[in-house]
């Protein structure tokens, strides 16, 4: 079985080895085989991996052992993989939505030139992403969380020809070094801590760290803090879910998210249904141990996830660009799954993170078959009236949209994906019986309803209406080729399926035997039981939320087109902050980009310039110049200024000499 773990974490590294080193050898298409041939081998392995150790009897943790890696002091630190349940959902997710976005880049990218340089970073983003799961350390996390912001850098800027996908690069490369920061003093904090970064020595240490009454002696000076262990418990939760922030793209650290859609659109899938986006997901619940032990630090982590989840839904109800749309409906989604989180409801919030993948890569791979279909047009604005000419893309994006806003029957287990996880985390965050969860269940369920009008308007405006498109455009609107309806198909099964096949196992009655202790709940961690006592209008509110959703945009798309115009000039303010997503990024223009520029520009000119190089190498190199410049004028050439020269000489002498014998 060893032999089987390390073929899925390491076969997609062997891909982007021999696409990357040899594309140029081998060929595009030969790139494209051996890579996605590869995928698909590992994502079959994930799924015997996921009935054997998630769905199968194996009560222990599994280690793979592959080398040792550092032993400096008391840090000792291995390179292994540690497979739980936890590991095993994740490698579904990562490796089937992963291996799916490959398959379909065969069609999607083959105008491109450079698409064995494509591949590699596809498999490279994978390996990453398989790395960070299967992590049984905070170092080899962090190798697998910085190998994804690097994989991810890359990808979106692919056409770094193009000025906005290499500012989109930068961006998200930059704003992640921001959470990278807190992440990497929450390790250090937890090694002081612990003495250790390995997942069993803290999990094993955590529920004994904190006395009884919750205090205790100092025992971490952190920014000139003098903290107790109860305090130090939740700064270091604090600090890794800021790291979690940056990845998973939450309130204040989302700005890089949305520009992400610079890249091509198979990377938006993979970015934001399966890898990088979920890693602080993963983290927290990871981590989990260590959070529960802490409520303030879950209240944070609740607070942000539900701010964020509303957010992302106003900006998402007014953007005009299809991916735009799908990328804020990411972010708000993640907002939820942070929510579930923050009030202990861990085995909700990776329920949602698993369906979340299958209708969410859906959804962007069918907007990208939409683009397709309409020679590279984005804009919603120009589109209508679709549905008769790519109908097989319309009834995936059909599915993807049902899932996504939550279509079920109430109290049954008829449902899509969304249906079974977003309500489980809706009812979880109202079991909390806490303010924040209070809070969160309000924002939440507002979310809903945004989610539903915004996701029904994508549907109305592309696909619905009177062609907006120009004739020349609509008469060469055509469907996409079977490598990238096939993953659709795929992902179709899964966004109806996934939720009423594993809601029993995620977040139902097999719970304990489904995670066998992958995800850590204290004795007080009652939130399971609470669920399945909330009153019947808190478990129908997303449904009321959905449909009330659907109506108001089925109203203002499809009965009466016009009004959308009207509010947006109407309310021209509240247009303008919802489409400029609430002026962040102009904000952070000013507080952090600009005034970076004017300090670099301030210590390049005066500092380097004047002051170092004009006292130092310049200042220095223009005195020689000007002393060896008035040196060189007595060497005129003419004899009589050299005998002039020697007059003075012998004069100075002979009145030296005069002087000094007086003296």
Known sequence: MDMLYKAIVFLPLIGFLIAGLGGNTIGAKASEFVTTSLMIVVAVLSWVVFFNVALGHHEEVIKVQVLHWIQSGGLDVSWAFRIDTLTAVMFVVVNTVSSLVHLYSIGYMHHDPHRPRFFAYLSLFTFAMLMLITSDNLLQMFFGWEGVGLASYLLIGFWFKKPSASAAAMK???????????????????????????????????????????????VINLFGMQLDQAHAITATCLLLFLGAMGKSAQFLLHTWLPDAMEGPTPVSALIHAATMVTAGVFLVARMSPLFELSHDALTVVTIIGAITAFFAATVGLVQNDIKRVIAYSTCSQLGYMFAALGVGA???????????????????????????????????????????????????????????????????????????????????????????????????????????????????????????????????????????????????????????????????????????????????????????????????????????????????????????????????????????????????DFLFVRSAKWLGNFLWKEGDGRVIDGFGPNGVAARVMDVTGRVIRLQSGYLYHYAFAMLIGIAALVTWMMFWSVL
């Open 172 to 218: 998200a490369f930059i704003v992640n070094r921001v959470g990278d920061f807190g992440f990497v003093l929450g390790i250090f904090s937890v090694f002081v801590l612990f003495g250790s970064i390995n997942f069993d020595t803290i999990f094993a240490a955590a529920p004994t760290y904190i006395p009884a009454e919750g205090q205790g002696k100092v």
């Open 346 to 588: 861990y085995g909700a919030a990776v329920f949602h993170l698993f369906t979340h993948a299958f209708f969410k890569a859906l959804l962007f791979l069918g907007a990208g078959s939409v683009i397709h279909a309409v020679d590279g047009e984005q804009d919603m604005r120009y589109m209508g009236g679709l549905r008769k000419h790519i109908q097989m893309t319309y009834w995936a994006m059909m599915i993807g949209t049902l899932a996504l806003t939550g279509v079920g029957v109430p109290f049954t287990v008829i449902g899509t994906a969304g249906f079974f996880s977003k309500d489980a985390i809706i009812e979880a965050t109202y079991a909390a019986h806490s303010a924040s969860g209070q809070f969160a269940f309000w924002l939440l369920v507002i979310a809903a309803f945004f989610t539903s009008f915004y996701s029904w308007r994508l549907v109305h405006m592309t696909f619905h209406g009177k062609p907006r498109a120009s004739h020349e455009v609509m008469h060469h609107v055509h469907e996409s080729p079977m490598v990238m309806l096939l993953p659709l198909l795929i992902l179709s099964i899964g966004a109806l399926l996934a939720g009423v096949v594993f809601h029993e196992h995620f977040f139902g009655e097999e719970y304990k035997e489904f995670w066998k202790g992958a995800l850590f709940t204290l004795p007080a961690n009652e939130i399971l039981h609470h669920v399945h006592e909330v009153p019947a209008l808190v478990s129908l509110s997303p449904f009321i939320a959905m449909v009330l959703g659907f109506l108001l945009s089925y109203w203002m798309y499809i009965v009466s087109p016009h009004i959308p115009k009207v509010l947006a000039e109407q309310h021209r303010v509240l247009y303008q902050f919802l489409l400029n997503k609430w002026y962040f990024d102009e904000l952070y």
